[in-house]
């Protein structure tokens, strides 16, 4: 079945899976700003790996209400601008559209089926998920999870740096939309990209949390790639604890051994640089919030000490501050 599928967010994870779909077949469009759309309508969207380079030519625009309503919109772009293209991702959707979130963090969705007061969240989260509750919907949202190395090298070229390991994990919000999550990976599904449908998506979050945290907040401090801060002995301790607290953190929720052992991960891991770290590098606004944020606020609602998380969200929140690119108000000055 061709399906009509709109990337909103065509950089570096979402730039591959555009290159894919419409490798595949797909009737694929996506939604890009600045020079990265210029170069895609000139001269198409190029994804490169393990040596070979892919070239498809997407209807690209930086207005989605320009675009027909689409079968899924996949939403890949970073958790801070959520809350302003809630509009965007609206105008794509009819009354069967499912809307696929493939992001970092823990997604506002999953927040919001979280039996908790609204208050409990900081001010930043709370607008996310008030606003994409409104205009987008549990009811008609798919969760994503990527496990790919990707960076754009230029502008209308995506670079993947681990052709051997680019999985994709997806599972339904909601049960009105598991007929278009099963389409969508077997949309995705090839020799090049392996996608999977989880029964068990939750757990899924913490598990990729826990690293995304630990990864993500000590190297965007420190400028070290993944594998090295693993690695690092001066380090242990740190990424020990944090690692600990997101685990704990999960289980009050009763997300429980979703932790592999750091040795195993240090193995599977590779060495590239953090989401965040290269949000940091780039002077774009970081998906702090949800990763660290959105630990410490659960963590403080079931009462779950997470005092090493607190201090990297600290840390980070006020580097962002310095280099002007925080992506909410300081808390304290909101």
């Known amino acids: 079945m061709t399906m009509k599928i709109c990337v909103y967010g065509a950089g570096a994870i979402g730039g591959h899976l555009a290159v894919r779909l419409a490798e595949a077949g797909h009737d694929v469009s996506v939604v890009a700003r600045g020079p990265h759309l210029a170069a895609i309508r000139e001269a198409g969207l190029s994804l490169q790996s393990d040596g070979k380079t892919v070239t498809v030519h997407p209807q690209a625009t930086d207005d989605p209400s320009s675009l027909p309503t689409q079968d899924i919109v996949l939403v890949t772009v970073k958790t801070p601008a959520l809350m302003g293209i809630a509009d965007g991702i609206a105008a794509l959707c009819g009354p069967e559209t499912a809307v696929a979130f493939c992001v970092n963090g823990l997604p506002w969705w999953y927040l919001a089926s979280l039996d908790v007061p609204q208050d409990a969240w900081s001010p930043a989260i709370a607008a996310m998920i008030g606003a994409l509750t409104e205009k987008v919907g549990i009811s008609r949202t798919i969760g994503g999870i990527a496990f ?30 598991r007929p278009l999550c099963a389409a969508l990976v077997e949309a995705l599904s090839s020799d090049t990209l392996d996608a999977v449908h989880s029964e068990t998506f939750e757990r899924e979050i913490w598990k990729k949390l826990s690293l995304n ?73 970081p998906e702090i919030e949800t990763l660290l944020g959105g630990v410490s606020d659960l963590g403080r609602l079931k009462g779950v000490p997470v005092p090493t998380i607190d201090t990297l969200l600290a840390l980070t929140r006020a580097r ?9 108000p300081n808390p304290a000055q909101s």
């Open 213 to 285: 945290c630990v990864t993500g907040g000590i190297g965007a401090l420190t400028g070290m790639t993944s594998r090295n801060l693993l690695i690092f002995p001066p380090l242990a301790d740190l990424t020990r604890d944090a690692w600990l607290e997101v685990g704990a953190v999960a289980a009050a929720f009763g997300m429980t051994d979703i932790l592999a052992p750091l040795k195993e991960t240090v193995a599977r891991v590779g060495n590239h640089k953090s989401s965040m770290l290269q949000d940091f590098e780039l002077r774009r606004k």
């Open 320 to 328: 962002a501050e310095t280099l002007g690119i925080a992506p909410f």
């Open 148 to 177: 790919s190395a990707n960076h754009v090298e230029a502008p209308g070229l995506i670079m993947n740096s681990s052709p051997t390991a680019n999985r994709f994990v997806f599972g339904e919000a909601d049960e009105r939309v």
